[in-house]
């Protein structure tokens, strides 16, 4: 299942130095940490938020696999914005066949619908 949200806001502003542990330009702790914020207050116990060479994670959980939103702004701007779901499936389980994340997958990316229209200022909301 590959799904994201594309939007704009100037609500998110990039935090000085943010990028120096991304890579240059890439930026979206305020909206990892805003969405983090999100997921908690509807019963989601998101781990932490973690640097990315792409912007930003905030890993929702480890086991029984790794369930991730990807954030970060597209190349250039500091008022478009991403968010990205990703399963990933520890190598023993997709050897056997258990690797079906579809389920966790589309639970997850539920909050993230139901969440992201309270962005302040959020405009040009593209679901793909």
């Not at 640097?51 to 959980?61: H, P, R, T």
């Not at 790794?66 to 701007?77: I, P, R, V």
């Amino acid at each position: 299942m590959r799904v994201q949200v594309t939007f704009e806001t100037e609500f998110f502003k990039p935090e000085p130095g943010e990028d120096e542990k991304t890579n240059p330009g890439r930026f979206g702790h305020a909206l990892a940490v805003w969405l983090r914020q999100q997921l908690s207050a509807r019963g989601i116990s998101a781990e932490e938020v973690i640097a990315e060479d792409f912007g930003w994670v905030v890993m929702v959980s480890r086991k029984p696999l790794l369930l991730w939103l990807g954030c970060g702004n597209a190349d250039g701007s500091t008022t478009e914005w991403s968010i990205f779901p990703v399963a990933e499936v520890p190598l023993i389980k997709r050897l056997f066949g258990k690797s079906n994340t579809a389920v966790e997958v589309q639970k997850l990316w539920e909050h993230v619908k139901a969440v992201v229209p309270s962005i302040p200022g959020i405009r040009n909301v593209t679901w793909e």
